[in-house]
């Protein structure tokens, strides 16, 4: 099974800063199957990025990813008020998908 | 509009059973894979199972292996989590997903799951 190890656990920033989330994975991540994901609370995860570094229709392009290998990492150029959640990165080369703990990007 | 929607969770005993349902609208169900995710109140997603299109290939994680059962019914656009032998530790959000995988002669490329279901809570206590 692939561990994802997250960090940091929790990043305080303010609107307008730039964020920079990692994503860690204990072995090779097959064909950068790399996700991303953004929940709010009471609500249901949201795919921001596949592939690594391809964004799904009608996600800003404040959002990217990069990385590949083992090292992956999302960066919010500049944050807006409503990007102020809790993301999740995760693997789906390999069985069973796995996911991050999860880094909150707080005000 | 695109939308899953979940039903069937509730409160269960401990060794109890339920069957959790996942209604498709707005695409075309037959043509994504399908996956279970769960998420404990105020903690981290574990992703639990996925069926492909026909409901021929199915996985899971090893803490539901022998007591869940993903299935589909692409006629009645679908999906279902048959769970048993219910624990504590199966008490979450249950979410269902859906995902485009492209198939290319041998090989299969995925997309990661882009629609989500609102949830559906599963208490299991006695």
């Known amino acids: 099974e692939i561990v994802l190890t997250q960090s940091p656990g929790t990043l305080s920033l303010s609107p307008g800063e730039r964020a920079t989330l990692s994503c860690r994975a204990s072995q090779s991540v097959s064909s950068r199957y790399l996700a991303w994901y953004q929940q709010k609370p009471g609500q249901a995860p949201r795919l921001l990025i596949y592939?690594?570094?391809s964004r799904t229709s009608g996600i800003p392009d404040r959002f990217s990813g990069s990385g590949s290998g083992t090292d992956f990492t999302l960066t919010i150029s500049r944050l807006e008020p409503e990007d102020f959640a809790v993301y999740y990165c995760?693997?789906?080369?390999?069985?069973?998908?796995?996911f991050g703990q999860g880094t909150k990007v707080e005000i | 509009e695109v939308q899953l929607v979940e039903s069937g969770g509730g409160l269960v005993q401990p060794g109890g059973s339920l069957r959790l349902s996942c209604a498709g609208s707005g695409f075309r169900f037959s043509s994504y894979w399908m996956h279970w995710v769960r998420q404990v109140p105020g903690k981290g997603l574990v992703w639990v199972s996925r069926?492909?299109?026909?409901?021929?290939?199915?996985t899971y994680v090893d803490s539901v292996k022998g007591r869940f059962t993903i299935s589909r019914d692409n006629a009645k656009n679908t999906l279902y989590l048959e769970m048993n032998s219910l624990r504590a530790e199966d008490t979450a959000v249950y979410y269902c997903?859906?995902?485009?995988?492209?198939?290319?002669?041998?090989?299969?490329?995925?997309?990661?799951?882009?629609?989500w279901g609102q949830g559906t809570t599963v208490t299991v206590s006695s």
């Open positions: 069926t492909d299109t026909d409901g021929s290939s199915t």
């Open positions: 995760q693997q789906y080369g390999s069985s069973p998908r796995t």
């Open positions: 592939g690594a570094s």
């Open positions: 997903a859906r995902e485009y995988v492209l198939l290319i002669g041998a090989n299969r490329y995925y997309h990661g799951m882009d629609v």
